[in-house]
C-alpha cells in the first residue's frame, strides 16, 4: 500500500524536499518573535528554492560541459553526456543576491538593537508604542 | 512597424548605473560634484527615454543585446509602446523628485548625502531595467537590485524606519524567491528565459502542471511587490517612515513596475487564451483589487497621520489598476495601465506635499495643518489639485482613467465593480476631502497656535518639482486620448475582448 507513496516521494525527492525547507522557512518567518530567527527562516527558504533550480540541471551519468575531454576524458558532444550548466550559473546569481540581502537585513538589525536594545518583536512593539506616545 | 535595434535603452540604465558606481568616489573628496552628478545621470536617462519614445511612437519597438549576443542565448532588452511610456513616466518621476530632494535631504538626513544618492541611483537602474528587459532572469535581478535599494533608502529615515525596512526586507524576499521560482519552472520546461521565446513555445506547454504551478508563483510573488490586499503588511510602514523624498520615490515607482510586470507577463508571455480563459486568475484578482480598494480607503480615512493615510490610500489605488488589469478587456486594461501612469504621478506630488509641510513646518498629524493655504498658498493648492484627481473630479488624469475603469466593467457585465469604483471614489473624497477642509478653513482659535510667520513657502528648488508634477496631471487629463491611442492602444493584446478598437473615443481625448 505504501508503494506508490514511496515510489513518489523517490521520483520526486528534489520537490518534495524544496517544500518542506521551504515551509520550515516560511514557519520560522511567522512563527518566530526572534528577528534573527526570522532572517534564518528567510535564508532557508531561498536557499530552498536555489536548492531545487539547481537539482533540475542535475543528470545520471553526464560530465562537465566542457566540448573537448573533460577532465582527461572523452569528448563530450551529445547533449545526454553533459550537465546543463544555466540552471547553476543562474543560481550563482541567486547567491549572490542572496547574500545581499542576508547582508543588508543584518546590517538593519544592528541598527534596530543599538536603537531599541532588543530583537524579540514583541518587546520591540511594546517600546515602538511607547516611543510613539513619547512624541 | 517591424522591431530594430537602438542602443537607448541600454543607456538609459547604464547613465544611473555607471554613476552611482563613481558617486562614492567622487563624494569622498569632492562632496559638493555628487548633486551635479546625481543630476546629470537622471537627465541622460530621461533624454535617452525619450529618443526611445519617439523611436518607439516612429517606428515600432526597439532592441538592444546585450554584449551583442542574439536571445535567445544573450540578454534583450526590448522596448515596446507600454515599456517607453513607462520608462518616460519613471525617468520623469525620478528626475523631479532628484531635484526636490537635494534641500529635503540636506534637512532631515545631512551627511548622508553621498550614501542616499548612490543607492538613489541604483534603484532608478533596477526601476528602468526591470522595464526595459525581455529576460525573466534578468528582471528576477533588476527586481532585486530595485528592492535592496528600497530597503537601504526606506531605512535612512532611521527610527522606527528600520523596523519598517526589516519588515519589507522579510516580505520582499518571500515576494522575489516567488518569481525566482516561477523562472525555474519556466525555466525547466521551455529552456529559456527569453519572453519572446517563452511567448513562441509557451503555447504548446498550456496543459503542463509546471506551467501552471510557475504562472501562480509569478502571480503571487509579483503581488507581494505590488502590495495588493491582502500582501500589503509591509507598505504603511515603509511608505510612512522613509525620509520625505525617498516616499515620494518609492511611492511613485515601486509597486507601479510590479504592476507593470505583471501586465507584461500576464498578457504577452502567457497568452489571454490561458491566463483569462484556462484559468480564473484574471477574476481572483478583480476582486482582490475591489477589496484592496474598499479596505485601503477605509483604512486611509482612519489615519491621523498624512503620509500613512497616502500610505493606505496607495493600497487602494493598486486596487483600481490591478482591478482593471483582472477586466481582462481593452476598456478595462486600458484604465488600469492609465491609472498606473496617473497614480505614480498623483502619488510622487502628494508626498512631495507631505514632505514640503514637513521642511517648513515639521508637522505630520493632519488635525495640525489648518490654515496651511495661507502660509504655504501653492504646497497647499498643490495639494489641492493631486487631491482632487486622486477623487476623480473631470479636468484631472484621475478622472479619465476611473472612466476608462467604469467603461471595462460596463462591458464586462460587473455592476457590482462599477459601484465599487464609485463607493471607493466616495471614501476618497471622504479622507481627501477632510485634508482640505484643514488646509483651508481659517483657524478655529487663533489664540492657541503658537504664533508663526504668516506666509513661509518651501524653497523654490522643491516647489518647481512640485508644480512640474501638478502640470502633469493636469496635462495628462487633457491629453489623455494622446496617451491611449499612441501608447496604450499597443498594448491591449491581440485575444483580449475589445482588443484593435478605438478603445479612446471619448469626447474629451485629443
Request: aromatic content about 10%.
Amino acid at each position: 500500500m505504501l508503494d506508490p507513496a514511496i515510489d513518489f516521494l523517490i521520483s520526486h525527492f528534489n520537490g518534495v524536499t524544496y517544500i518542506v525547507l521551504m515551509m520550515i522557512g516560511l514557519h520560522a518567518m511567522t512563527g518566530k518573535s526572534n528577528l534573527v530567527k526570522k532572517l534564518v527562516g528567510m535564508n532557508i527558504f531561498q536557499w530552498s528554492i536555489i536548492l531545487f533550480v539547481v537539482s533540475l540541471g542535475a543528470k545520471r551519468g553526464a560530465t562537465i560541459p566542457i566540448v573537448l575531454g573533460g577532465h582527461g576524458g572523452p569528448a563530450v558532444i551529445e547533449a545526454h553526456q553533459y550537465v546543463n550548466p544555466l540552471p547553476h550559473v543562474l543560481m550563482l546569481t541567486a547567491i549572490v543576491v542572496g547574500v545581499a540581502t542576508t547582508g543588508v537585513a543584518l546590517a538593519l538589525l544592528l541598527r534596530i538593537h543599538r536603537r531599541y536594545g532588543t530583537l524579540e518583536e514583541d518587546v520591540l512593539i511594546d517600546r515602538l508604542r511607547a516611543s510613539r506616545n513619547a512624541e | 512597424m517591424n522591431i530594430h535595434q537602438s542602443p537607448f535603452p541600454i543607456l538609459i540604465i547604464a547613465a544611473p548605473l555607471l554613476t552611482s558606481f563613481a558617486l562614492p568616489v567622487v563624494g569622498w573628496w569632492w562632496r559638493r560634484a555628487v548633486f551635479p552628478l546625481v543630476l546629470a545621470a537622471l537627465t541622460i536617462s530621461l533624454g535617452a527615454s525619450v529618443v526611445v519614445a519617439r523611436d518607439v511612437l516612429a517606428n515600432g519597438p526597439v532592441q538592444y543585446f546585450m554584449g551583442g549576443w542574439e536571445p535567445p542565448w544573450g540578454i534583450e532588452f526590448r522596448v515596446d509602446h507600454l515599456g517607453a511610456l513607462m520608462l518616460l513616466l519613471l525617468n520623469f518621476v525620478t528626475l523631479a523628485v532628484g531635484i526636490y530632494s537635494k534641500q529635503s535631504v540636506l534637512k532631515e538626513i545631512p551627511e548622508r548625502e553621498v550614501s542616499l544618492y548612490t543607492v538613489y541611483l541604483l534603484l532608478v537602474a533596477g526601476l528602468t531595467g526591470m522595464a526595459a528587459t525581455a529576460d525573466m532572469f534578468n528582471l528576477y535581478v533588476f527586481l532585486e537590485i530595485s528592492s535592496l535599494t528600497s530597503y537601504a533608502l526606506i531605512s535612512i529615515g532611521g527610527g522606527q524606519a528600520v523596523v519598517s525596512a526589516f519588515r519589507y526586507v522579510i516580505l520582499g524576499t518571500v515576494g522575489a524567491a516567488f518569481y525566482l521560482l516561477s523562472v525555474g519552472y519556466l525555466y525547466s520546461v521551455t529552456g529559456t528565459l527569453n519572453m519572446a521565446d517563452l511567448a513562441n513555445i509557451l503555447p504548446g506547454l498550456y496543459g503542463s502542471g509546471a506551467v501552471l504551478v510557475a504562472f501562480a508563483f509569478f502571480v503571487i510573488g509579483i503581488s507581494i511587490k505590488m502590495a495588493l490586499f491582502p500582501m500589503h503588511a509591509w507598505l504603511p510602514g515603509a511608505y510612512s517612515d522613509a525620509p520625505s523624498a525617498v516616499s515620494a520615490l518609492i511611492a511613485a515607482t515601486t509597486t507601479k513596475v510590479a504592476a507593470y510586470v505583471l501586465v507584461r507577463v500576464m498578457y504577452f508571455v502567457f497568452e489571454p487564451r490561458f491566463s483569462v480563459e484556462m484559468i480564473p486568475v484574471t477574476t481572483l484578482l478583480s476582486w482582490m483589487g475591489v477589496i484592496a480598494m474598499i479596505l485601503g480607503s477605509v483604512m486611509a480615512i482612519a489615519q491621523s497621520d498624512l503620509k500613512r493615510m497616502l500610505a493606505y490610500s496607495s493600497v487602494a489605488q493598486i486596487g483600481y489598476i490591478v482591478l482593471g488589469i483582472g477586466l481582462a478587456n481593452a476598456a478595462g486594461l486600458t484604465g488600469g495601465l492609465l491609472h498606473l501612469v496617473n497614480h505614480a504621478l498623483m502619488k510622487g506630488c502628494l508626498f512631495l506635499v507631505a514632505g514640503a509641510i514637513v521642511y517648513r513646518t515639521s508637522l505630520r498629524e493632519i488635525k495640525d495643518l489648518r490654515n496651511l493655504s495661507v502660509k504655504m498658498p501653492w504646497t497647499a493648492g498643490i495639494f489641492a489639485i493631486a487631491a482632487l484627481s486622486m477623487i476623480g473630479i473631470p479636468p484631472f488624469c484621475g478622472f479619465f482613467s476611473k472612466l476608462y475603469l467604469i467603461m471595462g466593467a460596463v462591458e464586462a457585465g460587473q455592476w457590482f465593480f462599477v459601484g465599487v469604483i464609485l463607493f471607493s471614489s466616495a471614501l476618497a473624497l471622504a479622507y481627501f476631502g477632510n485634508v482640505i477642509r484643514y488646509m483651508y478653513l481659517p483657524k478655529e482659535a487663533p489664540d492657541e497656535a503658537p504664533s508663526m510667520p504668516v506666509r513661509n513657502e518651501a524653497p523654490w528648488t522643491m516647489l518647481a518639482p512640485m508644480l512640474t508634477l501638478a502640470a502633469a496631471i493636469v496635462l495628462v487629463g487633457l491629453f489623455n486620448g494622446a496617451i491611449v491611442h499612441g501608447f496604450l492602444e499597443h498594448a491591449v493584446p491581440a485575444g483580449l475582448a475589445g482588443a484593435g478598437s478605438r478603445a479612446g473615443l471619448l469626447g474629451l481625448g485629443w
